[in-house]
């Protein structure tokens, strides 16, 4: 723990003018610090000057005075204090992003709001300034390990047809600064839910590595799962053996390295992890609609709400301890009803809880969430139908949730070569490239994606045929797209895909003796 882990209260006056920006919570938290500004309103008068000095002053009774900004209640006295959120967190030095309103248009206004960030920052500074900020970069020990290449703003075309020259390989680009992009707009949109890696979804270990340095817990489903997470420094703490249904060897694992949340939604479930680790800290995992969802999983796993009650009544009884509730409305979820639902259900559990003498502090709001921008249905969506939500819950009650495409769908970009071409009587084409569907594509049969390639350094114009791309291996099946429209390619022309990051590396072989993985390549760009 830091010495400075705790709440600090920051007083900005602004003289002459009761109508003030007049605090500033910091919550300073190991490595985070999260700002919070109370009495939020606009300066309007043209003379007010900035005071130019700054206290750490205890909170008392402020007004919220912008009603139209989301809030929340955070007063441990149960005064009325409300709060708008904001994250700092720069590249090089500690501020606060806000916005006065009206500096757009007025100049005088801007001028003070710079400098209220000038004293904010000198505020913190001080109060603060044993506690490194939060940094959304790759940490400088993975970029040396796995050859990080900064690419500033570059054309990923630009970058694929470089490492394309001179090879034939299939190859990955992975963005690492999409994954530390996609952390900060996590931050940015579900403050208070802290973020557990499925990396059931992506295993890199340059990803673990990078999401653990930003802070982000992870969900493991295995042994394996947990020994890699472990490996890479996350603390037990930081881990839940998330599968409903465990193998004694895999939780007498998590009992030796520590980890102690996990998991169950059903009574044999339960009493073999009690007759293994009685210290184990549960987490019920209900059942939901996941009909929203294109890879569903509750046929499978969560407990029926009919059965919460005899489910907590037998872990009473045994002296469990069951810390709250889980569910999972299914892998790429295409509705926010389905989680605005699941939400509902968890806190009627809540509830019944209470009845067993479990007063829950543990919510998990499982997986799910999209992984790329211009869907149908947007990570903003989801985090929008969930945030009203959540104060349906105690103030004590910590909340998770468990991202897996979220955080590396769009991060990985492949590029194919074609090796063997074929033209067929009808006068379409078939292509073989170097990677299929026992390879990264095997997304296309375990997560019903639907690929498509695109031309590298080849124009697109010109007369399009029916075309069908292969992968490598002699069954016929190694399908990777069929009857699309392309122009005529030749052996040696590059396709690439974008957006693979999710459930492609995780379940590859090697059938027939290729390899499973690409060559990979990291950059981190600027997004």
Same mark, same amino acid.
């Given at each position: 723990?830091?010495?400075?882990?705790?709440?600090?209260?920051?007083?900005?006056?602004?003289?002459?003018?009761?109508?003030?920006?007049?605090?500033?919570?910091?919550?300073? +938290?190991?490595?985070?610090?999260?700002?919070?500004?109370?009495?939020?309103?606009?300066?309007?008068?043209?003379?007010?000057?900035?005071?130019?000095?700054?206290?750490?002053?205890?909170?008392?009774?402020?007004?919220?005075?912008?009603?139209?900004?989301?809030?929340?209640?955070?007063?441990? &006295?149960?005064?009325?204090?409300?709060?708008? &959120?904001?994250?700092?967190?720069?590249?090089?030095?500690?501020?606060?992003?806000?916005?006065?309103?009206?500096?757009?248009?007025?100049?005088?206004?801007?001028?003070?709001?710079?400098?209220?960030?000038?004293?904010?920052?000198?505020?913190?500074?001080?109060?603060?300034?044993?506690?490194?900020?939060?940094?959304?970069?790759?940490?400088?020990?993975?970029?040396?390990?796995?050859? *990080?290449?900064?690419?500033?703003?570059?054309?990923?075309?630009?970058?694929?047809?470089?490492?394309?020259?001179?090879?034939?390989?299939?190859?990955?680009?992975?963005?690492?600064?999409?994954?530390?992009?996609?952390?900060? =707009?996590?931050?940015?949109?579900?403050?208070?839910?802290?973020?557990?890696?499925?990396?059931?979804?992506?295993?890199?270990?340059?990803?673990?590595?990078?999401?653990?340095?930003?802070?982000?817990?992870?969900?493991?489903?295995?042994?394996?799962?947990?020994?890699?997470?472990?490996?890479?420094?996350? @603390?037990?703490?930081?881990?839940?053996?998330?599968?409903?249904?465990?193998?004694?060897?895999?939780?007498?694992?998590?009992?030796?390295?520590?980890?102690?949340?996990?998991?169950?939604?059903?009574?044999?479930?339960?009493?073999?992890?009690?007759?293994?680790?009685?210290?184990?800290?549960?987490?019920? =995992?209900?059942?939901?609609?996941?009909?929203?969802?294109?890879?569903?999983? +509750?046929?499978?796993?969560?407990?029926?709400?009919?059965?919460?009650?005899?489910?907590?009544?037998?872990?009473?009884?045994?002296? #469990?301890?069951?810390?709250?509730?889980?569910?999972?409305?299914?892998?790429?979820?295409?509705?926010?009803?389905?989680?605005?639902?699941?939400?509902? @259900?968890?806190?009627?559990?809540?509830?019944?809880?209470?009845?067993?003498?479990?007063?829950?502090?543990?919510?998990?709001?499982?997986?799910?969430?999209?992984? *790329?921008?211009?869907?149908?249905?947007?990570?903003?969506?989801?985090?929008?139908?969930?945030?009203?939500?959540?104060?349906?819950?105690?103030?004590?009650? =910590?909340?998770?949730?468990?991202?897996?495409?979220?955080?590396?769908?769009?991060? &990985?970009?492949?590029?194919?070569?074609?090796?063997?071409?074929?033209?067929?009587?009808?006068?379409?084409?078939? $292509?073989?490239?170097?990677?299929?569907?026992?390879?990264?594509?095997? #997304?296309?049969?375990?997560?019903?994606?639907?690929? =498509?390639?695109?031309?590298?350094?080849?124009?697109?114009?010109?007369?399009?045929?029916?075309?069908?791309?292969?992968?490598?291996? #002699?069954?016929?099946?190694?399908?990777?797209?069929?009857?699309?429209?392309?122009?005529?390619?030749?052996?040696?022309?590059?396709?690439?895909?974008?957006?693979?990051?999710? $459930?492609?590396?995780?379940?590859?072989?090697?059938?027939?003796?290729?390899?499973?993985?690409?060559?990979?390549?990291?950059?981190? @760009?600027?997004?």
């Amino acid at each position: 723990m830091n010495a400075y882990d705790g709440w600090h209260y920051l007083r900005v006056g602004v003289h002459g003018d009761p109508q003030q920006i007049q605090m500033i919570v910091i919550n300073c +938290s190991g490595n985070d610090i999260e700002f919070i500004v109370l009495c939020w309103c606009q300066i309007s008068s043209s003379s007010t000057r900035l005071k130019n000095t700054t206290q750490i002053a205890p909170a008392h009774t402020f007004k919220h005075h912008t009603p139209s900004f989301a809030a929340e209640r955070v007063d441990e &006295h149960q005064q009325k204090h409300f709060a708008f &959120h904001a994250i700092g967190n720069t590249k090089k030095t500690p501020h606060l992003v806000f916005r006065i309103p009206g500096a757009h248009s007025t100049p005088a206004i801007h001028q003070y709001s710079l400098q209220m960030t000038s004293i904010i920052n000198r505020a913190v500074a001080r109060v603060c300034e044993n506690v490194t900020m939060t940094q959304y970069k790759v940490p400088k020990d993975v970029k040396n390990k796995w050859s *990080v290449e900064a690419t500033g703003d570059r054309h990923i075309e630009e970058i694929l047809a470089e490492k394309a020259a001179d090879r034939e390989d299939a190859f990955f680009i992975i963005d690492l600064g999409r994954v530390t992009d996609k952390y900060k =707009r996590w931050k940015e949109e579900l403050p208070t839910v802290k973020p557990f890696f499925a990396i059931k979804c992506n295993p890199n270990t340059a990803i673990i590595r990078t999401l653990a340095s930003l802070g982000t817990g992870f969900d493991c489903a295995s042994m394996a799962e947990m020994r890699q997470v472990l490996g890479c420094g996350v @603390s037990p703490s930081d881990i839940i053996f998330a599968n409903p249904t465990k193998m004694r060897s895999h939780i007498e694992f998590a009992k030796s390295a520590g980890i102690k949340l996990m998991t169950f939604d059903n009574r044999d479930e339960l009493t073999k992890i009690h007759s293994i680790y009685p210290e184990a800290e549960l987490v019920l =995992r209900i059942i939901t609609d996941d009909s929203h969802s294109v890879c569903g999983f +509750s046929s499978k796993f969560g407990a029926p709400l009919s059965s919460v009650d005899h489910l907590l009544s037998t872990a009473s009884s045994i002296g #469990c301890t069951v810390r709250g509730v889980s569910f999972h409305v299914g892998s790429n979820c295409l509705s926010p009803l389905a989680f605005e639902k699941a939400i509902l @259900s968890a806190a009627a559990v809540f509830r019944v809880a209470e009845g067993y003498g479990y007063r829950m502090d543990f919510l998990d709001l499982g997986g799910g969430w999209p992984g *790329v921008d211009g869907a149908e249905v947007t990570f903003p969506d989801m985090a929008a139908a969930v945030r009203p939500l959540l104060p349906l819950f105690p103030p004590h009650v =910590r909340v998770i949730a468990e991202p897996g495409r979220y955080f590396v769908a769009d991060s &990985h970009t492949l590029a194919v070569n074609i090796y063997a071409k074929r033209a067929t009587d009808d006068g379409s084409y078939l $292509y073989y490239v170097n990677d299929g569907v026992y390879q990264s594509f095997n #997304c296309i049969y375990f997560d019903h994606y639907s690929p =498509r390639p695109r031309l590298l350094g080849v124009s697109e114009k010109g007369e399009e045929h029916r075309s069908t791309l292969f992968g490598p291996t #002699c069954d016929s099946i190694d399908c990777v797209a069929k009857d699309i429209y392309l122009p005529e390619l030749h052996v040696g022309d590059w396709l690439y895909f974008t957006n693979m990051g999710a $459930y492609t590396v995780a379940a590859a072989s090697s059938f027939n003796g290729f390899d499973a993985c690409p060559t990979t390549f990291y950059i981190e @760009s600027d997004i």
